[in-house]
């Protein structure tokens, strides 16, 4: 199973960007999908998770109404739609999975994801 996310690139302050995220592999498995993010130095942190169905998300307090974590309509794909974008923004984003049969199950901690994407760098800079 892999993940190949895209999407990132260069922004400026307040410019919005969206993040797509797609299993390969072993789709005919569920997957809980999340969105991490990392720069130099810090821990990886969550930005926002979703269930396999759709209908249940998580997000870091801090982001909340200006991300946006959804399924697509192709099965286990996920994006994360970035707006009002700031400096503080610029990060590797990654995308992960974990298997599960629990239509309702969001995952927020690192540790709990085991198959993860190679990321993908979202600048932010005037």
């Known amino acids: 199973v892999q993940l190949q996310a895209s999407g990132g690139g260069v922004a400026q302050p307040g410019d919005s960007l969206r993040l797509s995220c797609a299993v390969s592999?072993?789709?005919?498995?569920?997957?809980?999908m999340g969105w991490f993010r990392q720069t130099p130095g810090k821990d990886r942190e969550l930005v926002a998770a979703?269930?396999?169905?759709?209908?249940?998300?998580f997000y870091t307090d801090s982001l909340r109404g200006r991300f946006v974590v959804s399924r697509g309509n192709v099965k286990n794909t996920i994006s994360l739609q970035m707006n009002s974008l700031k400096p503080e923004d610029t990060a590797v984003y990654y995308c992960?999975?974990?298997?599960?049969?629990?239509?309702?199950?969001?995952?927020?901690?690192?540790?709990?994801?085991?198959?993860w994407g190679r990321g993908t760098l979202v600048t932010v800079s005037s």
């Open positions: 992960a999975a974990e298997p599960t049969d629990l239509n309702w199950y969001v995952e927020s901690t690192t540790d709990k994801y085991s198959i």
């Open positions: 979703i269930s396999w169905s759709g209908g249940f998300t």
């Open positions: 592999g072993r789709t005919e498995s569920n997957y809980v």
